[in-house]
T-cell receptor
Framework: AQKITQTQPGMFVQEKEAVTLDCTYDTSDPSYGLFWYKQPSSGEMIFLIY??????QNATEGRYSLNFQKARKSANLVISASQLGDSAMYFC???????????????FGKGTLLTVNP | DTEVTQTPKHLVMGMTNKKSLKCEQH?????MYWYKQKAKKPPELMFV???????INESVPSRFSPECPNSSLLNLHLHALQPEDSALYLC??????????????FGQGTRLTVV
């Protein structure tokens, strides 16, 4: 079963507008972490924002905010005031404990390709 | 310094060659990871090292052999690869492998082509 689901293969947004990238997840572990990464065409994975399963407030980092709805198991990324440099692939990821219980694995969704239009 | 450095950036190798990918970090992180990423796909975990010991091997074929000589270095030795092994290989590190909330920092990757 897919652990992380990103239903939007591609998204378009006008420069300076806000955009929401969807992410839903599935886990039975009460303790988990959710991450968003940006991957430009150069290949590097750039960490954007983190949300812990026990965090009471939604995470924010500059223009990035995470709309965390625990009961719905969703962790959508909101990018405000989009810039041309935001054009990239965006991955939602979840850190959960491995079967041995000793280490955490980071599992990625399929990604959303965001294109910011001038 | 929040940098993970991978070398080489590009590699073309024949199916009978032996080559190595290198990864280095100086953030004092004690967990290091290898991921494989095919075009237009998400990264897939291959190996996790925790405190220089292999802690996770995601059933990776033996033609891929990881090595962690010390806490700052991670190598991936390649031997007798197949064309389908062509991909972007990403190295990452984090403070620990047993911590839920520590983000992983990634290198820029090595684009490997097997001919």
């Amino acid at each position: 079963a897919q652990k992380i689901t990103q239903t939007q293969p591609g998204m378009f947004v006008q420069e300076k507008e806000a955009v929401t990238l969807d992410c839903t997840y599935d886990t039975s572990d009460p303790s988990y972490g959710l991450f968003w990464y940006k991957q430009p065409s150069s290949g590097e994975m750039i960490f954007l924002i983190y949300q812990g399963s026990y965090d009471q407030q939604n995470a924010t980092e500059g223009r990035y905010s995470l709309n965390f709805q625990k009961a719905r198991k969703s962790a959508n990324l909101v990018i405000s005031a989009s810039q041309l440099g935001d054009s990239a692939m965006y991955f939602c990821a979840m850190r959960e404990v491995n079967s041995g219980g000793s280490n955490y694995k980071l599992t990625f969704g399929k990604g959303t390709l965001l294109t910011v239009n001038p | 310094d929040t940098e993970v450095t991978q070398t080489p950036k590009h590699l073309v190798m024949g199916m009978t060659n032996k080559k190595s990918l290198k990864c280095e970090q100086h953030m004092g992180h004690r967990a290091m990871y290898w991921y494989k990423q095919k075009a237009k796909k998400p990264p897939e975990l291959m190996f996790v090292y925790s405190y220089e010991k292999l802690s996770i091997n995601e059933s990776v074929p033996s033609r891929f052999s990881p090595e962690c000589p010390n806490s700052s270095l991670l190598n991936l030795h390649l031997h007798a690869l197949q064309p389908e092994d062509s991909a972007l290989y990403l190295c990452a590190s984090s403070q620990g492998a047993a911590a839920q909330n520590t983000e992983a920092f990634f290198g820029q990757g090595t684009r490997l082509t097997v001919v």
